[in-house]
Nanobody, 124 residues
Framework: VQLQASGGGLVQAGGSLRLSCAASGFNLDYFSIGWFRQAPGKEREGVSCIRRRGDQVYADSVKGRFTISRDYANDTVYLQMNSLKPEDTAVYYC???????????????????WGQGTLVTVSS
């Protein structure tokens, strides 16, 4: 099982980035994928996840600005981030759910197989 996050970078406040999570070694159809982030000096927090049936969950802090999507043909999950704010600065990680439940709670404890992270820096 491998997850490779990419797409991070430096962007000005109000700008956009699209993160990619390339999955390999398992069938994306059977698992949920989550995006999490960790800012310097802060604990890791959930950003968004997409469950097996495609239903999406977002943290309140990113609702209306971020969109998660899944491309089965390319085994990739995307996180489109618009209207970025300085407080979105963090290392962003993608992870695969531990189970194949359709009703997975999108908390970090339910996810394993973490990717290496990609740094997003939003300047004010």
């Amino acid at each position: 099982v491998q997850l490779q996050a990419s797409g991070g970078g430096l962007v000005q406040a109000g700008g956009s980035l699209r993160l990619s999570c390339a999955a390999s070694g398992f069938n994306l159809d059977y698992f949920s994928i989550g995006w999490f982030r960790q800012a310097p000096g802060k604990e890791r927090e959930g950003v968004s996840c997409i469950r097996r049936r495609g239903d999406q969950v977002y943290a309140d802090s990113v609702k209306g600005r971020f969109t998660i999507s899944r491309d089965y043909a390319n085994d990739t999950v995307y996180l489109q981030m618009n209207s970025l704010k300085p407080e979105d600065t963090a290392v962003y990680y993608c992870a695969r759910s531990r189970s194949s439940s359709y009703y997975l709670t999108c908390s970090a404890s339910n996810f394993g197989s973490w990717g290496q992270g990609t740094l997003v820096t939003v300047s004010s």
